[in-house]
């Protein structure tokens, strides 16, 4: 009787626990998840900031890439960004728009302050480096829950404490991964790493994330993002300063007009 | 040169400076270049009997920030010195202009450049500004142009006033200058068919738009041609060409799709003067491979045809012409590209090489090595003259 009845109780609790578990797949899981980091991060508004990115190369030789960035979040869109360029001293005054899209192709424009033209890109290339670093386009643009399907695969500590740790399996076929794995704190929901395996499905970098402030009360950021890449033995430090949230900018601020005078 | 609207806009920021002075920020940028030109044979023409050059020019860029942002100058002052030719060696404004901005509009007075255009051949559309022809035979770089231009954003496109106060005559070789005609240019005497001559105030208007993969643009220009037609004259005994320049009505149309790896490009071009009414077109696809072989490296293949229905008889390069090119980017840290095309005129049967290569070194350095071959398959091409001028030239630029 005693027995049975803790038997119950433990057969209740297992049930209890693992019935969520046993409807929600691995895949739902890590779509929820995902959905979760998102959910935190929307109502941001517009932001700017100031972008270092130091490049390095197998023996050690750094250059640098200065860029200022200026982000407008879109209802139901992805957001639309402005990128003007500093550093080197050959690009300055090269500035490139965005307004990207959660599925197809982003609207990509670029401004070549030598011949004072404005030129439409193809977005297509995703999966080229950004300005010659170990990041690639896909790697900076904003993250849209419609661009990747999901796995989640187990708990794991991590240097925020505990993690879960997802699979994203890019929806587009230029795509240069097979899939990115992503450790994103209990807590806060933040990415604490990704690593990035190439289309043969080899690990190709690691991305982590280190010094997060909240603005806002809300927003998490990461003061240093730092990509290496296996294989070659490169990588690139991208680190944030200036950060500003709604400042005020609007659609007004993002077209070739101000692609054209933004230096 | 128009310095009232110098000074209205130099009087203009100069109040708003000291309103509120402390808001001002102010930036020094440049780049100094050193060219290097080999021939590979003496020119055609007295005066052009050597095979090597140099020249060194520098553009310094002096930029301020007043009012929060809303009021911007920059002024770019520029100067060539050329070992032999002496119209190469010349300067220019390249910039000296006040931009004012408001939330759907802004206003920008003074010297500026313009670039209209999506093809890479050929800038049929491009209008607004005059072509520094001593530069380079490329026709990329421009003079700066007096203008006051109001330019307003709507939901429905960009719109773009313009009053173009004052004319930029086109700059050519001098008499020791290679890449010319056989007879030299007289800048000093062109003529004009207006009787306010390069007084005569030019205006045009054009709107542009993104239709989600389509970027469309259309304007109308009134006033005076940057293209000159050439009499014969003479100057102290020796015959020269005139340039006259002439007043046109001109209806431009430029369009790119931008659909995956494509990008289909077209010109269109309607010009009216009191000599003719003709028609021109410049057309072409660019094709770009991503990621070659699973290396960083993108490569794109280009192709344009260039037509004008004045045929053989037009004075422009390209009457009935075919284009291919290739353009390569290494995407490495120092953004290394190549860039090589080929031009062949079907009427004519000439041909035109052109390639180049750039990279950056170190920080500030950006080295080019450029090539331009002609080869003029009929005397009546007017690309003979310069059959003999096929180069190499070295180009080191420190930006500052």
Redesign the interface.
Known sequence: MKLSSSMNLILAAVLAVSTPLMAQTPEERGLEISQEAKQRDLGWGDMQADMLMV?R?KQGQE??REIRLKSLEQENDGDKSLSIFD??????GTAFLSFSHPVG?D?QWLYLPA???????????K???F???EFAFEDLSSFEIEKYSYKYIQDEACEAGQCFVVEQYPVDK?S?YTRRVVWLDHDEYRISKVEFYD?KNSLLKTLTFQGYQQYLGKYWRADLQQMTNHQNGKSTDLKWTGYKFQSGLND?DF???TLK?S? | MNKQLFSAGLAVLLLSGTAQAEEVFFEA?GKLSGEFRGYFDEGKFSGQDYQTGTSFAIEPEL?WELNGGSD?VTFTPFYRVDQHDEERTHGDVRELSW?H?A??W?LRTGLR???W??TEFNHLVDVINQTDAVEDSDG?DKLGQPMVNL?L?RDWG?VDLFILPGFRERTFAGNDGRLRSGLVVDTENARYESNDGDQHIDTAVRW?Q?F??Y?VGLYWFKGTNRDPRFELGVNNAVPILVPVYEQMDQIGFDG?A?I????WKLELLWRDTSAEQYTAMQAGVEY?F??VA?S?V?LGVLAEYGWDERGENADASFQNDLFIGSRITL?????TEFLAGLGYDIDYQSHSLFAEASS?FG??W?ISLDARVFDAGDSKDPIVNIEQDDMVQLTA?Y??
Do not use: H
């Open positions: 490049l190369n250059s640098v550093k080197p001293r050959d690009v300055k192709a609207d011949l004072k033209r404005v030129k439409r890109i193809a977005s297509r290339n999966s080229g480096p300005m010659g670093s230029n240069g289309r007004s077209n070739k007009n005078r230096r | 940028t930029f911007t931009i901005v939330d759907d802004e450049r313009v670039f255009g999506v990329e330019s954003v960009i542009s993104s989600d993969l970027d790119q931008t995956e790896n494509w990008l770009t991503y990621g699973e960083a993108d995407n490495d840290e120092a953004s950056r920080e500030n950006k630029d930006y500052f």
